[in-house]
C-alpha cells in the first residue's frame, strides 16, 4: 500500500546551491559614505546659520556692553564712543581693558572691569573712576550669591552699591576700606558678610590699580582733573541688568 505522506524518491528534487550574498558587502561602502555626506551638508548649513547670525549676536554682545559701561558713569559725563574708545595695559597684574570716558576730547574718566572672590564663585564688577581717582560708580554684571542674602550687591536691589560713588583711597582711608565686621567704613549683610567683603576688596584693587597705572589708564600727562560744572558730579549711575546663577549661603 502506497503511502501518500511520503514523497516518492522520484518526485524530490535536489537543492540548488545558493548564490554568494553580495549585497552586505556593498553596503559597506555605502553607508559611511551617505553619513559622511550628510554630516557634511549639516555642518555646512549649521556654518552658513551662524555667518548669518555673526553681525546679530556682535551687534547684541556691543549693546549688553556699553549698557554696562553706561551704568557707571553719572549721566551726561562723556560725550564719546566708549566702545571705540579702549586700550589694554599690561603690568604686573593681568592684562586690563580700560574704556576712556571723554568729554570735550579730553580723558575725564576711565571704565574697567574687576573680579572679587565670592561665597559661591567670582563676582565680576564694571566700576569707573575719574582723573583724580574717585569712583564714579560700581555695578556688578555677573554673580551666582544666594539670592535674599548675598544679592543685594545688585543696584536694583538696595542701594548699597551706590554708597561707593564718591569713594577713593583716601576717602575712607585704605585700613578703613572693608566692611564694618572687619574694622572698616561699609556695611555686611545679616548672614552674608563674604559676599559685601569680596566686593569691597575688589573695588578697593580696582582703584589701586588705577593708582599704579593712572599715566597708561589715562593716556595723557595725568594732570588733574579741571573744573567742570557740566558734567556732573558721582552720583547714582543707571541701573543695568545683572546676570545670576544661585546657590545656597550659609549664615554667618
Known sequence: M????????????????????????????YQPVSLGLVALAASGALAFAYDAAAPAIA???????????AQVLPADFADNDLLA???????????LKVYRARHGGRVVGVIYQ??????????????????????????????????????????????????FAGKSLGDPT?????????????DQFAGATITPRAVVGAVKGGLERFAAQRAEML????????????????????????II????????
Open 2 to 29: 502506497t503511502d501518500h505522506c511520503t514523497p516518492s524518491a522520484a518526485g524530490v528534487q535536489p537543492l540548488a546551491d545558493p548564490k554568494p550574498n553580495t549585497r552586505p558587502l556593498a553596503a559597506l561602502w
Open 59 to 69: 551687534a547684541a554682545e556691543a549693546r549688553d556692553v556699553a549698557a554696562s559701561l
Open 85 to 95: 574708545d579702549s586700550v589694554t595695559i599690561g603690568g604686573d597684574g593681568e592684562p
Open 114 to 163: 574687576v573680579t572679587g572672590k565670592g561665597y559661591a564663585g567670582p563676582i565680576q564688577i564694571v566700576m569707573g573712576v575719574d582723573r583724580d581717582g574717585r569712583v564714579l560708580g560700581v555695578r556688578v554684571t555677573r554673580h551666582t550669591e544666594t539670592p535674599g542674602l548675598g544679592d543685594k550687591i545688585e543696584a536694583h536691589r538696595g542701594p548699597w552699591v551706590h554708597r
Open 174 to 186: 585704605p585700613a578703613r576700606w572693608a566692611v564694618k565686621k572687619d574694622g572698616g567704613d561699609f
Open 219 to 242: 593716556g595723557d600727562d595725568g594732570a588733574p582733573a579741571r573744573a567742570d560744572s557740566s558734567r556732573s558730579a558721582p552720583g547714582s549711575p543707571t541701573d543695568g541688568a545683572v
Open 245 to 252: 546663577a544661585t546657590r545656597t549661603e550659609k549664615p554667618e
